[in-house]
């Protein structure tokens, strides 16, 4: 069983719509959740992280956390041709080293 | 601003030869790592360092090694490059245990 899972898409939505990208992760004592974009051919840049349960918010993007499910996700509000990339879920492990585990990435594509 | 920086950018070498990839960053960060990606295989750790003279081995670490002499620099070495060595490297930074990873541009090494 991989550490951290993605669906590796591509999930396709059109202009204007909202994009639901989704992450599951195995270890359960796991702090920190990291949504990372990557454009073809550039590095991951932050978009956001979370560390509680719940939502946060920043702009379009809302990333919701469960620790009970494992599950995290990212959504896109209003997506734009734009956030076309692929999205990387990172988790950090329970020990606390500062490695981040990444899962394989969703690419999406917003269609105009 | 800091920043994180990787040279070269592109390599293309022969199998057997050793290649140096740096990465330098002014973020003061005590963590540095080292990864590469791959199709299929998304991000996997190398190498990584939580300060000076410190190594560790990560999930993909035969055939490299690093160094960490100062704060700022960890290169990472080949020391006999084989084709299945070609691929993209990152190198990122974090300031602290639980803290967002910075990546570099990325270095695009391609082993004939």
């Known amino acids: 069983q991989k550490e951290v899972e993605q669906n590796s898409g591509p999930l396709s939505v059109p202009e204007g719509a909202i994009a639901s990208l989704n992450c599951t992760y195995s270890?359960?004592?796991?702090?920190?959740f990291f949504w990372y974009r990557q454009y073809s051919g550039k590095s991951p840049e932050l978009i956001m992280f979370?560390?509680?349960?719940g939502d946060k918010e920043d702009g379009r993007f809302t990333a919701q956390l469960n620790k009970a499910s494992q599950y995290v996700s990212l959504l896109i509000r209003d997506s734009q041709p734009s956030d076309s990339a692929t999205y990387l879920c990172?988790?950090?492990?329970?020990?606390?080293?500062?490695?981040?585990?990444f899962g394989q990435g969703t690419t999406l594509q917003v269609k105009p | 601003d800091a920043e994180i920086t990787q040279s070269p950018r592109h390599k293309i070498t022969e199998t057997g030869r050793q290649v140096t990839l740096a990465c330098h960053q002014t973020?003061?960060?005590?963590?540095m790592f080292w990864y590469r990606q791959d199709l299929g295989h998304g991000l996997r750790l190398i190498h990584y360092?939580?300060?000076?003279?410190?190594?560790n081995k990560g999930e993909v670490s035969d055939g490299y090694s690093v160094s960490r002499s100062n704060t700022e620099d960890l290169p990472l070495t080949l020391e006999s490059a084989a084709s299945s060595q070609t691929s993209v490297y990152f190198c990122?930074?974090?300031?602290?245990?639980?803290?967002?990873?910075?990546f570099g541009p990325g270095t695009r090494l391609t082993v004939l």
């Open positions: 990122a930074s974090s300031s602290g245990s639980a803290d967002t990873q910075y």
């Open positions: 270890d359960r004592g796991s702090q920190s």
């Open positions: 979370i560390y509680s349960n």
């Open positions: 990172a988790v950090s492990g329970s020990s606390n080293t500062g490695k981040l585990i």
């Open positions: 973020w003061n960060h005590n963590n």
């Open positions: 360092s939580y300060g000076v003279q410190d190594t």
